[in-house]
Antibody, heavy 121, light 107 residues
Framework: EVQLVESGGGLVQPGRSLRLSCAAS????????MHWVRQAPGKGLEWVSG????????GYADSVKGRFTISRDNAKNSLYLQMNRLRAEDTALYYC??????????????WGQGTMVTVSS | EIVMTQSPATLSVSPGERATLSCRAS??????LAWYQQKPGQAPRLLIY???SRATGIPARFSGSGSGTEFTLTISSLQSEDFAVYYC?????????FGQGTKVEIK
């Protein structure tokens, strides 16, 4: 079964850090670009970051650039999001999503169930 | 950054009727456009990619059309399970910013 399982969310104070993980299974992980998408409570979807198959190309939304770092470990079939200097507006459900191709932009055909990040003092 | 504008924000439709959702891009994305469905408490699901190709397992009542900057998602005969929020997203370059969504509700 093709599956993405996120973990690492929780309650964190403003200015602190958090690292999210996404474990992939059921497909050849290093054949595809991967992404993080978030959704604030009651709001729409926001693309956060993407990484191509070999980490050679990485992109970020302006809202997280300089604070968040995406990475992947193809040997462990895992995707990560290091989130530093967190703000209240980063509070959201964070989804891991699989792109339909290896390089560049594609539709996202597989999604995890998300991990909740709450930034509050 | 490409800005995606969806209309209407909310669409009230009776079961069995046709629903037509629109998505406009601030610049051409050719046919690199995806549509997603999201139900409450669930992750988004890919419906359409490449503007008009149905994803695996998506019923034929869902169809996509358009190119350049104007796109349409049509649900030919709404079923009870189709009431949800629908998002469009460009898939030609990063950032892949989503539209704000159209909520399809029961009339």
């Amino acid at each position: 079964e093709v599956q993405l399982v996120e973990s690492g969310g929780g309650l964190v104070q403003p200015g602190r850090s958090l690292r999210l993980s996404c474990a992939a299974s059921g497909f050849t992980f290093d054949d595809y670009a991967m992404h993080w998408v978030r959704q604030a409570p009651g709001k729409g979807l926001e693309w956060v970051s993407g990484i191509n198959w070999n980490s050679g190309s990485i992109g970020y939304a302006d809202s997280v650039k300089g604070r968040f770092t995406i990475s992947r470990d193809n040997a462990k079939n895992s995707l990560y999001l290091q989130m530093n200097r967190l703000r209240a507006e980063d509070t959201a459900l964070y989804y891991c999503a699989k792109g339909m191709g290896a390089i560049g932009a594609y539709a996202f055909d597989i999604w995890g169930q998300g991990t909740m990040v709450t930034v509050s003092s | 950054e490409i800005v995606m504008t969806q209309s209407p924000a909310t669409l009230s439709v009776s079961p069995g009727e046709r629903a037509t959702l629109s998505c406009r891009a601030s610049q051409s994305v050719s046919t690199s456009l995806a549509w997603y469905q999201q139900k409450p408490g669930q992750a988004p699901r890919l419906l359409i990619y490449g503007a008009s190709s149905r994803a695996t397992g998506i019923p034929a009542r869902f169809s996509g059309s358009g190119s350049g900057t104007e796109f349409t998602l049509t649900i030919s005969s709404l079923q009870s399970e189709d009431f949800a929020v629908y998002y469009c997203q460009p898939s030609n370059n990063w950032p892949q910013t989503f539209g704000q969504g159209t909520k399809v509700e029961i009339k």
